[in-house]
């Protein structure tokens, strides 16, 4: 938001009325979770609930720190991230380059169009199992099934997207003489930078989801192995901790791509 250089004295009132209102929203957000946790906390260490299957944030924290120092936390911590990054990026990179496509070739996206809406409607966990049959328990796999969840998705929104573009500056670039690379390089792909980053926004989190889903499956590594393993040997407290770190991992993802975007609008303003 922009300010005026010399507000008045209503003006004043108003921006100090905001930030009173993002402070409070700040306080409840911070309150509620930290509330839950006292609540999680005494519930369990006063038996109202069994510690032994929900455990505690004590006993989490005590599990991070052991894990943490013996070296196995991190190793599952950096094969989840390396796995979703890639994931992450190798969807960004087809889903921009298929949706470009998609609308150069009219007929080839009227082709395609329903084989696309199927396969983003299926199950993306049903493909997982299927693609480690067909190639194998590894990390490869691992980072295909996580495109799989995500890519689908993604090309339709950003196909969408560009054949939204105004019809207007389309024009204008035809009239004067541009071509449809013109057109391609100076207003669809300028324009639709704020439509790319919100669906990066979903995307980093479907590949993170991809990824566990592959590692539950098939793999010997990463948080995803590690809450299939850790439930199957009634370690809860382990799966409980993994869970909470790819909620922690998800929220730090989230929140790099939402700064790239307030940058992004910020500067084109």
Known sequence: ???PLNPSEEQKKYLKKLKQNAMLIQF????????????WEICARTGTID??????????A?????LFHNGTLLRHISV????TLISFLLVTLLGIVCAVLLWAFPRLSAVLEPYLVVLNSLPKSALAPLLIVWLGSNMKTIILAGISVAVFGAIMNLYTGFCETDPDKLKLIKTLGGTKKDALLKVIL?????????VMKVNIGLSLIGIVIGEMIGSKS????????????????????????LCIIAIFLYGMISFLEKRYLKSHK
């Open 1 to 3: 938001m922009m300010y």
């Open 28 to 39: 409840f957000r911070f309150f509620l979770f930290f509330a839950f946790l006292f609540l």
């Open 51 to 60: 510690s032994f299957i929900f455990s505690s944030p004590s006993q989490i």
């Open 62 to 66: 005590e599990k991070m720190a052991e």
């Open 80 to 83: 989840t991230l390396t796995e």
């Open 190 to 198: 300028p324009g639709s930078v704020p439509l790319i980053l919100s």
């Open 222 to 245: 990463g948080l995803g192995y590690l809450i299939i393993y850790s439930s199957q040997v009634f370690q809860l407290t382990t799966m409980l901790m993994s869970i909470v770190i």
